[in-house]
């Protein structure tokens, strides 16, 4: 069964899908991303899908979802790197994907996190913890 | 006059078909030299309903046809099943609307990024959609 990596990185979730999705594994993504927000008290998801080029509306409600989730467990998720031509179709199937924050890349994606959870360097704390991927 | 060019089914049972189906319609539609937007929308349109037909009837056979009108090539698909069937098409064209626990927008969103889009469905016999998108257009 294929799963989808998710990295933490201080206060954030960083997830790379790499691979076209399918139904069963946006919903374990989903399931998975949400638990990890919940484990991690991570602040801010970062979700990557410059490799997927096609997004249907049923893996467009789990992007929803996974934001909404992820909101009321008190973080911000941003999706970055959208191909053109799936922005195009999402418009015209009649998904524009409201209330979720997209970034044209990673860096911007991070700086938009960064902001919008007024980045004090509270991740102060977590270094101690050793399952934190950088520093 | 639309000539078909080639056909092939495929059988959609499980979930792997799936993958496979739109990896076969894929090399169809990069082979008829057709734009990456075009695809994009033609295996979106495909995604959706191919979901419809596992979801609602529990699989069935898409058949992916390779078209020419004129000067222009087409890919057509035409996805049947033998499952329930849809009581009112109407309704189930409407953005919005679903028996599923769905957004709704699967056949007016999928009707959308094609051509040409047609919808027959008997209930308690199955439903036959076919869409078709040409290469440029």
Known sequence: MDKIPILRMGNFLLVTIQVDLYDRLALNLEADLVQMVNKTGAKGVLIDISAVSIVDSFMGRIIGNIASMSKILDAETVVVGMQPAVAITLIELGLPLKGVHTALDMEKGMDMLKSMIGFTGGDVEDQTDDDSIIE | ?137
């Open chain 2, 1 to 137: 006059m639309i000539l078909s060019l080639s056909k092939d089914a495929v059988q959609v049972l499980k979930e792997q078909d799936v993958v496979f189906l739109k990896n076969r319609v894929k090399e169809v539609a990069v082979k008829i030299k057709m734009g990456l937007v075009n695809q994009t929308r033609l295996l979106t349109a495909a995604s959706e309903l191919v979901r419809n037909m596992m979801r609602y009837a529990n699989g069935g056979v898409c058949i992916i046809e390779v078209v020419s009108s004129g000067r222009n090539n087409g890919v057509r698909l035409t996805f049947s099943d033998q499952g329930p069937g849809i009581p009112d098409i109407d309704a189930a064209m409407r953005d919005g609307f679903s028996t599923g626990k769905s957004l709704g927008l699967g056949l007016p969103g999928t009707k959308r990024l094609v051509n040409e889009f047609n919808i027959k469905s008997k209930v308690g016999e199955g439903t036959v959609v076919t869409i078709l998108k040409w290469a440029n257009g």
